[in-house]
């Protein structure tokens, strides 16, 4: 399988309601988990990360959960605008052909409507 | 405060040319990393530079190479092009070589082969 999966590919949702974006690695040493938030036609941009040493972490509306025994990470999005419609990646730094490399989900068509 | 700088912005090459594509790294980084976006897909590690070596390859052929300069700025290059190497190719930096650092990414390069 996949060294990092991330489900689901899209997801619609109204505004107001939450949004969860799940990915799972396959790597138990990875320790750093990044998310990005891509915008059609732009960067992708660091909305927000957590280590290994915490389970969970907040920023306003956006948290990111770590389960490490389960190998899962989650976005949660409360509280959705128009505006947070975009595609989402997660990514791991996992051991790929003898190297620790990062890696990331296929990504997440999130579309908020108003 | 300029963030991650790559140019050009659009170029389109036929099969069996060369390119070479340039990033200036944010102020204050000087790690670059270099990553292949194919449409619809996450991105796709393709090697990082630090103190002007590779440090750190994915799974990409020999065709891709790289340069660090002193100033911290980085070339990409991609010879004997093929139609699948039409993508999006995306600079990012970070402040030192370790992976798990936070990394910042530019517009990208969008590369088309004919």
């Known amino acids: 399988g996949e060294n990092v999966e991330q489900h689901p590919s899209t997801l619609s949702v109204q505004e107001g309601d939450s949004a969860v974006i799940k990915c799972t690695y396959s790597?138990?040493?990875?320790?750093?988990f990044p998310w990005y938030k891509q915008e059609l036609g732009k960067r992708p941009q660091l909305i927000i990360d957590i280590r290994s040493n915490v389970g969970e972490k907040k920023d306003q509306r956006i948290a990111v959960t770590l389960n490490k025994t389960a190998k899962h990470f989650s976005l949660h999005i409360t509280e959705t605008q128009p505006e947070d419609s975009a595609v989402y990646f997660c990514?791991?730094?996992?051991?790929?052909?003898?190297?620790?490399?990062?890696?990331f989900g296929r990504g997440t068509s999130l579309i908020v409507h108003p | 405060d300029a963030g991650v700088t790559q140019s050009p912005t659009h170029l389109i090459k036929t099969r069996g040319q060369q390119v070479t594509l340039r990033c200036s790294p944010k102020?204050?980084?000087?790690?670059v990393s270099w990553y292949q976006q194919a449409l619809g897909q996450g991105p796709q590690f393709i090697f990082q530079?630090?103190?002007?070596?590779?440090?750190q390859r994915g799974n990409f052929p020999d065709r891709f190479s790289g340069h660090q300069f002193p100033n911290y700025s980085s070339e990409l290059n991609v010879n004997a092009l093929l139609l699948g190497d039409s993508a999006l190719y995306l600079c990012?930096?970070?402040?030192?070589?370790?992976?798990?650092?936070?990394?910042?990414f530019g517009d990208g390069t969008r590369l088309s082969i004919l």
């Open positions: 990012a930096s970070s402040l030192g070589r370790a992976l798990n650092q936070p990394q910042h």
């Open positions: 102020s204050g980084h000087d790690t």
């Open positions: 530079y630090y103190e002007e070596e590779e440090r």
């Open positions: 990514a791991a730094i996992v051991l790929t052909g003898g190297s620790y490399i990062p890696t």
């Open positions: 790597d138990s040493a990875s320790n750093y």
